[in-house]
């Protein structure tokens, strides 16, 4: 509300605005005219929400009763802080009858606490219309690995944890530090044109560089794993003391022997 805008005798034009009710029209009417709220002045409060009434020409009957119920509140604790206090009452007597606006002011804090966090809410829920994301993605369909009958899970994990091992071991202890990147897609691709290459089944440990990264270990483990999901190679061991064998499937002219491992 303009401040400057005022009526015919001096109050404060309130323009009829959607106020949500009684409690939230006063603390305008508080704010408007810079008051404690802890210390109302009952006097101009009530003058100018009266004011606010008749400007009032429709309203809603729901709407309208508390507005006015409000209205004999805020009349009703005028009257009392304008009565002469009795003679007779003793101080702590006067202390025990209160300030006749603390019922008005706790309800006033409590509903400036509930605009408070609807406001915040608001914030957060305009604030969350900027962000976009990715819709839940469908739960894939049970896939399976080709891999040589007696070959299980665990035999994979053995075979990497050995991986690791033998790498761990085969690091030199002093080594120039390089910045190296290795991506599952990119390793995929690596694998296949070193099957390419071989023409037959190659161990793993073949499609690893002289001393491997354990970032290149693991990422190329990812790469056999994903490959041979998509059934693009298959992966054979004779026993679990010799090492994983990788090589194609009779897909896209590609071929899968039961030679010996290849070589780079």
Do not use: C
């Amino acid at each position: 509300m303009d401040k400057n805008k005022t009526t015919t005798d001096g109050q404060p034009l309130i323009q009829v605005s959607d106020f949500e009710g009684p409690l939230d029209l006063l603390l305008h009417l508080i704010k408007t005219n810079e008051m404690d709220i802890y210390d109302i002045r009952i006097t101009t409060i009530t003058s100018q929400y009266l004011t606010y009434l008749h400007q009032m020409q429709t309203l809603r009957l729901d709407i309208a009763g508390e507005y006015f119920v409000m209205a004999a509140t805020l009349m009703a604790i005028k009257a009392k802080l304008l009565l002469p206090k009795p003679q007779t009452v003793e101080p702590q007597d006067d202390a025990e009858m209160g300030d006749p606006r603390e019922e008005l002011v706790n309800q006033l804090l409590e509903y400036q606490r509930y605009k408070q966090a609807a406001q915040a809410l608001k914030k957060l829920a305009v604030a969350r219309q900027h962000h976009f994301t990715r819709p839940a993605m469908a739960v894939p369909e049970e896939t399976t690995m080709t891999v040589a009958p007696g070959i299980q899970t665990s035999d994979l994990q053995a075979a990497l944890v050995r991986l690791m091992q033998q790498t761990t071991r085969a690091k030199p202890v002093t080594q120039s530090i390089q910045e190296e990147h290795f991506t599952i897609k990119d390793q995929m691709a690596t694998v296949l044109t070193r099957l390419e290459r071989a023409h037959g089944p190659v161990a793993f440990d073949h499609l690893l560089g002289h001393v491997p990264a354990m970032e290149e270990v693991v990422t190329t483990f990812l790469a056999v794993l994903e490959l041979a999901r998509q059934r693009q190679v298959a992966l054979t061991q004779v026993s679990r003391l010799l090492p994983l064998q990788v090589n194609f499937l009779k897909l896209k002219g590609r071929y899968a022997t039961d030679g010996t491992s290849g070589t780079d």
